[in-house]
Each structure stands twice: as C-alpha cells, then as structure tokens.
C-alpha cells in the first residue's frame, strides 16, 4: 500500500462516507475524504434533519390553535419565522461538527474540496491536486431534480427552503412525494397559504392506497389545496418581486415562493467515471453489485449515487458494510427487504412491508386487518380526524408481510412493528401480545 498516499479516498462527506471513513479507519487504514459542499451530507445539513425540527416547530402550532381545551388561555402569540430558521440553522452547524469531530478522532484526514474521479486509482482535487488510493469509494449523494420549463430559476428547491429570509404568504409546490407534502404540511401550519400541484392525481407513490386515500382528504381539510394534473408550465416574475404560476390549463397561481420537489437524481454529472469506464444507469446511478463494487475493481460506490433505496440508514449501512468487506476482511451486504420509511406528513405515515397490493401480486391468499380510529389526543381538536392501521397477512402462514399506519407518531411507533415484520411473526404473535392501554400503539394487536 506504499505505492499509495491513501488505502482509502472517499468523495463525498455525508452519511454514507463518513460511516465508510471511520469503520476502514479502525480497520487500520488510512484514509481521506473530500467533500465540497459541508460534512454532514443532505440528511444532516439540508434533508431530514433540518426538516424534521421544522416539522416539531409547525405541531407547536397546532397545540398552540388547540391550547384553550387544554385549559390554557395566551394572549400575545406570535410566531418569527428568522428565530425559527436560524436555530435549525444552529443546529445544523452543531450537527456538522460533531460529524468532523468524528473524522477527526478516527484519524481521518479531510479536504473541504471538490474531488474528481481521474483514474482507477487517482482523484482530482478543485485545486488541481491529484492525490492516489488503493481504493476510491464515490458517495456524493443526489441532487433535487429540477424541471424544464420557463421561468423555472424563479424557483427553489429543499435544498434553498431552509434559508428563506421571511415566511412566505403563500407557496406554491410542484410535486405530490415525501418532500412536498412534507414542507405543505409545515408551511400551511406556521400560517402559508399553500397549494400543491401535480402531473398526476396521486399522492405519495408506493405507499399503500388506503393511507394516500385518508391522508388526501385530512390535508385538504387543514387547509392545502391540490391542483392535480396540473404540472407547472411557466412561473413569472411580477413587478412587486412576487410570483404567477402557470400549472395546467388552469388558472394561474399568486405566490410568494414556488417549491420545486420532483425527485432527485444521483450527483453523478461531472464526476469522471468515464475515465475508468464505468456506465451510468438510466438515472444517472452508478451500478453496483452486492458489494458495492462498481465495474472498474478499485473504485466503490454507497448510498443514493447507487439509487437503490434513497435513504440514510441505507446509506449508513452501506457504507459500513463496504468497509468490513473491502479492510475488515469481512464479507457483508445489506438487505433491502422490510425497510421501514416514514413521510412526516401532519399527521405522518409510518410503513413496512409489502403494500396489500404488493402482497396479492405475489401470495396466493392474502388477509387484511384493519384499525380505524380517532386517537385520543385528538379529541382536544376541534378537527376529528381519524387513525388507520393496517396489517397485511399471508393467508396461508400467517405471517405479517406489512404494517401501514396512519395517526400521531406512527414513525415512533412503527419501528417496533418493523422489528416484528423482519422477524417474520405472525399475526397470532401480535395477539397474543397484551395490548399497552390507553395508547396508539394498542391498536396493533387489537385487530381481528
């Protein structure tokens, strides 16, 4: 490995990598990462991190609206939109040193740089650096996915929604996935006038449609409002520095701030993988086998570059198994079944495993249990709005192939469930489980 200046050189600094750098580290290598953006990745500086403290911020609001059943009378109650976002922001810095602390006390040397593929065994820095490794591992993430249509540099993306000077009077977002509904959720709670539009007329593709078709109408009654079939066509500029959305053959839209989120694509453009003759996949994904391994033999790739399954844990475990097999002499993949996911919609959806759908495609004889209720903590609300949980079963061995739940914390709840449909229990496990009253969670083995 002398022939080297590094046995490892990671591109890309956020979860995915850095988990990569520390686990080959106490393997014993010597490694370097570069990253040109901050450490911490999307997740940690401009994902869910960020987000899901915006989203604590705006259910503050919704107690706050149901604070007089409580028995609270508050008089004077504002809200500051800059107090707000400067202590994600706080957060986000505090966040970025604890992940380069973390290379730091692993012995991993970073460079605050843009690098480049230049060869099998050889990066390029911005700085015209060229620094070798035995092995490169590529985990620069992806990148939000903008459309082309006119006006579209009027608007911004989740990775500018953080840093917004003032709350917006009223948003305009193009997309129906997690992220959109997501930040709809949260800017129509601090008090937007928000209004989604979609080309299609579904919300939240994969999940399972008796949650997509309960979730639809609660947020449309909170007070969002859906133009579906209606993809934006053109955004202007008006004189007074706001906005008119063309979206469909509707009429136009007045905002204030127009949020783009239609996916996201590998950050692949530019990288230099054509240097080494490796392909890019339709998405601009680099293709990689079970381990990791991309088509030139030096050279790794983890997390959502791969586009397997966009998401941090995923990226994490990854990045971990690529370091114990590539210098901890430990062979390990990462499954990708019974992945637990969670979209922090107000109120949020939790899911794991196969949709009832899913599960008919390909069981013979598929059963279904279902909850329908009003949670507790609701009935503070003036609004009644209503749980879901679901189960769906093998019909010929019982076993639990799904969970999709609908109500407050179902994110929370629902890692537990996960725990259960990885182990392969069954549905009579799950009633013979004395149910944890008053709670959400009972209604999981209260089902028959």
Same mark, same amino acid.
């Given at each position: 490995?002398?022939?080297?200046?590094?046995?490892?050189?990671?591109?890309?600094?956020?979860?995915?990598?850095?988990?990569?750098?520390?686990?080959?580290?106490?393997?014993?290598?010597?490694?370097?990462?570069?990253?040109?953006?901050?450490?911490?990745?999307?997740?940690?500086?401009?994902?869910?991190?960020?987000?899901?403290?915006?989203?604590?911020?705006?259910?503050?609001?919704?107690?706050?609206?149901?604070?007089?059943?409580?028995?609270?009378?508050?008089?004077?109650?504002?809200?500051?939109?800059?107090?707000?976002?400067?202590?994600?922001?706080?957060?986000?810095?505090?966040?970025?040193?604890?992940?380069?602390?973390?290379?730091?006390?692993?012995?991993?040397?970073?460079?605050?740089?843009?690098?480049?593929?230049?060869?099998?065994?050889?990066?390029?820095?911005?700085?015209?650096?060229?620094?070798?490794?035995?092995?490169?591992?590529?985990?620069?993430?992806?990148?939000?996915?903008?459309?082309?249509?006119?006006?579209?540099?009027?608007?911004?993306?989740?990775?500018?929604?953080?840093?917004?000077?003032?709350?917006?009077?009223?948003?305009?977002?193009?997309?129906?996935?997690?992220?959109?509904?997501?930040?709809?959720?949260?800017?129509?709670?601090?008090?937007?006038?928000?209004?989604?539009?979609?080309?299609?007329?579904?919300?939240?593709?994969?999940?399972?449609?008796?949650?997509?078709?309960?979730?639809?109408?609660?947020?449309?009654?909170?007070?969002?409002?859906?133009?579906?079939?209606?993809?934006?066509?053109?955004?202007?500029?008006?004189?007074?520095?706001? #906005?008119?959305?063309? %979206?469909?053959?509707?009429?136009?839209?007045? &905002? *204030?701030? +127009?949020?783009?989120? @239609?996916? !996201?694509?590998?950050?692949?453009?530019?990288?230099?993988?054509?240097?080494?003759?490796?392909?890019?996949?339709?998405?601009?994904?680099?293709?990689?086998?079970?381990?990791?391994?991309?088509?030139?033999?030096?050279?790794?790739?983890?997390?959502?570059?791969?586009?397997?399954?966009? #998401?941090?844990?995923? %990226?994490?475990?990854?990045?971990?198994?690529? &370091? *114990?097999? +590539?210098?901890?002499? @430990?062979? !390990?993949?990462?499954?990708?079944?019974?992945?637990?996911?969670?979209?922090?919609?107000?109120?949020?959806?939790?899911?794991?495993?196969?949709?009832?759908?899913?599960?008919?495609?390909?069981?013979?004889?598929?059963?279904?249990?279902?909850?329908?209720?009003?949670?507790?903590?609701?009935?503070?609300?003036?609004?009644?709005?209503?749980?879901?949980?679901?189960?769906?079963?093998?019909?010929?061995?019982?076993?639990?192939?799904?969970?999709?739940?609908?109500?407050?914390?179902?994110?929370?709840?629902?890692?537990?469930?996960?725990?259960?449909?990885?182990?392969?229990?069954?549905?009579?496990?799950?009633?013979?489980?004395?149910?944890?009253?008053?709670?959400?969670?009972?209604?999981?083995?209260?089902?028959?």
């Amino acid at each position: 490995m002398a022939d080297f200046d590094y046995d490892l050189f990671v591109i890309g600094a956020g979860s995915g990598g850095v988990r990569a750098s520390r686990i080959a580290a106490s393997h014993g290598a010597k490694v370097a990462v570069a990253e040109e953006f901050r450490v911490g990745g999307t997740c940690v500086i401009r994902g869910c991190v960020p987000k899901k403290l915006l989203v604590y911020a705006s259910h503050f609001a919704h107690s706050l609206h149901d604070a007089p059943t409580y028995g609270w009378t508050l008089e004077g109650a504002s809200f500051d939109w800059s107090k707000l976002r400067d202590f994600v922001a706080s957060d986000v810095d505090r966040l970025e040193r604890a992940y380069t602390s973390t290379l730091d006390s692993n012995k991993v040397e970073h460079f605050h740089e843009r690098a480049t593929v230049a060869g099998p065994n050889t990066v390029r820095l911005a700085s015209g650096r060229e620094i070798t490794a035995k092995t490169i591992l590529i985990a620069v993430g992806a990148w939000p996915v903008m459309p082309d249509f006119a006006g579209v540099e009027h608007c911004i993306t989740s990775n500018e929604v953080f840093h917004l000077p003032e709350l917006p009077k009223r948003v305009v977002i193009q997309g129906a996935g997690y992220i959109a509904l997501e930040f709809a959720g949260v800017f129509n709670a601090l008090g937007s006038q928000v209004t989604v539009v979609n080309r299609s007329d579904k919300i939240l593709r994969g999940y399972d449609h008796d949650l997509t078709d309960r979730l639809l109408p609660i947020l449309q009654a909170r007070g969002i409002e859906f133009g579906f079939n209606r993809p934006i066509r053109q955004v202007e500029k008006q004189a007074d520095g706001s #906005l008119l959305v063309h %979206a469909g053959e509707g009429e136009p839209i007045a &905002a *204030d701030v +127009v949020l783009v989120a @239609t996916g !996201r694509r590998p950050k692949t453009d530019g990288l230099g993988l054509d240097n080494v003759g490796i392909t890019l996949g339709s998405n601009g994904e680099i293709p990689v086998d079970e381990y990791n391994a991309t088509a030139c033999a030096s050279i790794y790739a983890v997390g959502d570059v791969t586009d397997r399954v966009q #998401l941090t844990p995923v %990226a994490i475990r990854e990045g971990h198994a690529f &370091a *114990d097999t +590539v210098f901890g002499q @430990t062979p !390990r993949t990462t499954a990708y079944d019974h992945i637990p996911s969670a979209v922090f919609t107000q109120p949020p959806i939790g899911a794991v495993g196969l949709t009832e759908h899913e599960a008919r495609a390909q069981f013979p004889e598929v059963k279904v249990f279902k909850s329908d209720f009003r949670p507790m903590q609701n009935m503070f609300s003036e609004v009644a709005e209503r749980g879901y949980y679901k189960l769906v079963v093998d019909g010929q061995s019982d076993r639990v192939l799904g969970v999709h739940m609908l109500s407050p914390d179902a994110p929370e709840i629902l890692q537990a469930a996960a725990i259960a449909v990885k182990a392969g229990l069954t549905k009579a496990q799950f009633d013979a489980t004395v149910a944890l009253h008053p709670s959400m969670a009972e209604e999981l083995v209260l089902m028959r």
